[in-house]
Structure formats: C-alpha cells, structure tokens
C-alpha cells in the first residue's frame, strides 16, 4: 500500500492545482504564493500523529502512456484544512481532457490521479467552515485533477450542490459536459432562433448535449458522426441533419443543407482532422469554435484564411468561464435546472468500475463509446 507524506493525494494538491491551472493560464505572483503556503501548511498538519486518515482505492499515474498506465491501488487521504471538505466520491465522469493528461499533452507533475470531475457526499469538513456539512451532496468538475478516487479533499468553494432530483450518476455525467455545453452556447458565441450551427462529434459527451441544447436555443443543428447506430442517437438528441464523415464529405454536404451559406458557428472538439474541413464551412463573419483536439493539435491557422470571410477564431477554456464562485454556480445552476425541466439529458451509454479505467480509456479512445462515461467506485472488481 502507498502512503501518502501528506493528507492530499499525491502529488500534493496543492501544487497539482498549480500545474494544472497554469497549463491554462498565468497566475499572478499572490496566487502562487497562496498556493505554495497552502502547500506547506498542508504538510505541517498532515505529519501531527493525530490527523485521521481514510484508505481507499485510487487510479494512479506514475508514467506518461497509453491505458495501461492507469494503476490502481490503495492511498490515504487524511483530514480536511481551513476551507476543505473531504468528499466519498460516488460517480466519476471520465472526459477526453483525462486522455490528454495520462499522454501528457497537458502537463502535471508525476505521479498523479487523473480525472476532473465527480459527484458524492461530504465526509468531513475543515475547522470552521461554515456553508457546507458532512451529508451534503455535492458534485465538481473542471477546477483541479484528482477525481479518480474514493475520496478526495477538495476547495469548498469548487464544489456546487446537487438538486434532490438529480442523482449522483447523472450529476457526474454532465456537470462538466453541461457546463462546457452552456459557455459554448450561451457565452462563447450566443447561439439564436435562426441560426444554423455545426456540431463535430455530435453523438459525444458534450456533442450530445451541445445538440440538445443547441435545438432548444431555436437553432438548426448539424452534426457529424461516425456510424449509422451514432446518427440515429444524434437525430434523437436535437439534430436536424447528420454527416456520416467517413463516407460523406461533410463541407460539401453542410454546403448543400444551407444552400451554400454556410453555418454561423461551427463547435469543433476534434482538431486536426476537421478544422480547415469547419472553417469552410462557414458563412461570412461566422465564429469557429475549437475546444478539444481529438485528432490531434490542429494545424497553424493563417490570418488571411480568416479575413477571406471575416471569421472569428477562438479556442475557449472552461476555466476562464467559471472564474468566480458566482460564475461557477450560475454555470452548473443552469445545467441542473435544464435537466431538471427535461431540456437536457445525459445519456449515459458505459459505466465501468473504477478498478477497469484502463479499459474504459481504450474504448474511449477507440470510438467504441457514445454519450457520458461513469466510473464507479466500489463496484465489483
């Protein structure tokens, strides 16, 4: 069994929130400073001989790979500190930003436990906090790495509560899916009644949801997929047309549905192989989305391929969006009431135990799946 030197799963979370964050963005000087005491602090109150700790099963990574790197084995998390709450985690959402961390394209410190995103019950919280109670159902996602695990300690302020109606599997399956969903549509470009948009990847996590929300934003919605069964899940979803791209050409076909305009935005979560595909797509000062790189980094884009029909390039990250606490429970307070009222659903296609992660990125990576991916821990190993 590994043992933990402090009460964060290793790597210590408060350095792993540090690596993690910059890989988006700059901190400032404060902010590293934080960090760093927090760190340090950490560490003081985890080496005392009082401080409880919990065992329990995590998936690790020791070296940058394929699935087969994903261990699991036994950890310790110990108590939660001045604004913590330790949380049982109930249903892990799996997502393609966990296939980019285990191959390194977004870079972290070894070892470490992947996954963003989970939803469970309070276990313990930290002295003094006030707002939040052992019992309380809660869900996370997208603020640090670590989810891949029984337990965890996490920032108070980073988990949102989940509604009586919804339970934990559904939560984990579209708190970060949904909340990428509604800066995507509601924020990033502001999609209307009368627009068309194009959506990569239609039958996904987050196209799947991108489809439904998109049609109950008044928009006609596009989508590209890969097989006849992922076509009729995404005409189910919202989709007004779909593009079988591996035997259609899906320019030529978004062409011949908008009569030659193009689209007004084109979501595109696959990269390489589809970007210059979707920026043709495009009618006049048309907006390309690029949020996930499935196929791998896309190509430099030339400023003269924008001017050509004044389009407008971005490549959004969730962080940015959900800033703030106000920001974060606005954001997942939108996705749960438009579950809650019946706009979205989660379709969730494969649950795996937490103990087969690694078979459960193989199919991932494979296209074997469609819609959200669970892990649960404590399932049958």
Aim: net charge positive.
């Amino acid at each position: 069994m590994k043992k933990l030197a402090t009460s964060y799963l290793v790597p210590p979370r408060g350095m792993l929130v540090l690596r993690t964050l910059s890989s988006y963005s700059s901190f400032s000087r404060k902010a590293i400073e934080y960090t760093a005491a927090l760190f340090t602090t950490r560490r003081r109150l985890s080496s005392t001989p009082f401080a409880a700790m919990v065992t329990c099963k995590a998936i690790r990574v020791y070296e940058l790979g394929g699935p087969e790197v994903l261990r699991y084995e036994d950890i310790e998390v110990g108590e939660p500190g001045d604004g913590e709450v330790r949380v049982k985690n109930l249903a892990i959402g799996i997502n393609f930003i966990d296939v980019y961390f285990r191959k390194g394209v977004y870079k972290t410190q070894l070892p470490f436990i992947p996954g963003v995103e989970a939803a469970g019950v309070v276990t313990a919280v930290g002295p003094g906090l006030t707002g939040r109670k052992v019992g309380d159902r809660v869900a996370y996602a997208g603020k640090a790495i670590g989810s891949y695990t029984e337990e965890q300690i996490l920032l108070a302020e980073n988990v949102v509560p989940i509604p009586p109606s919804i339970d934990f599997i559904t939560a984990a399956s579209i708190m970060l899916k949904g909340m990428t969903a509604q800066f995507l549509l509601r924020r990033c470009f502001q999609v209307q009644p009368g627009h068309t948009i194009l959506v990569h990847a239609a039958a996904g996590g987050v196209g799947s949801l991108l489809c439904q929300w998109g049609r109950a934003l008044g928009a006609t919605v596009i989508g590209t997929v890969s097989t006849e069964e992922k076509a009729a899940q995404a005409l189910q979803d919202g989709c007004h047309y779909t593009i079988l791209y591996k035997s259609e050409n899906f320019v030529d076909r978004v062409k011949e549905i908008t009569n030659g305009k193009g689209v007004q935005v084109v979501y595109d979560s696959v990269g390489k192989d589809t970007i210059q595909g979707s920026l043709d797509c495009l009618a006049y000062r048309g907006y390309m989305v690029i949020f996930g790189q499935s196929s791998g980094i896309p190509d430099p884009i030339s400023l003269s391929a924008l001017q050509s029909k004044s389009l407008f390039l971005t490549r959004p990250t969730m962080m940015h969006y959900i800033g703030t606490r106000d920001e974060l429970l606005a954001t997942a307070g939108e996705v749960f009431t438009n579950v809650a009222s019946g706009i979205l659903k989660a379709r969730v296609n494969h649950t795996y135990p937490l103990s087969q992660a690694a078979e459960a990125h193989c199919d991932l990576e494979s296209r074997k799946t469609s819609g959200c991916i669970i892990l649960l821990p404590g399932s049958a190993e």
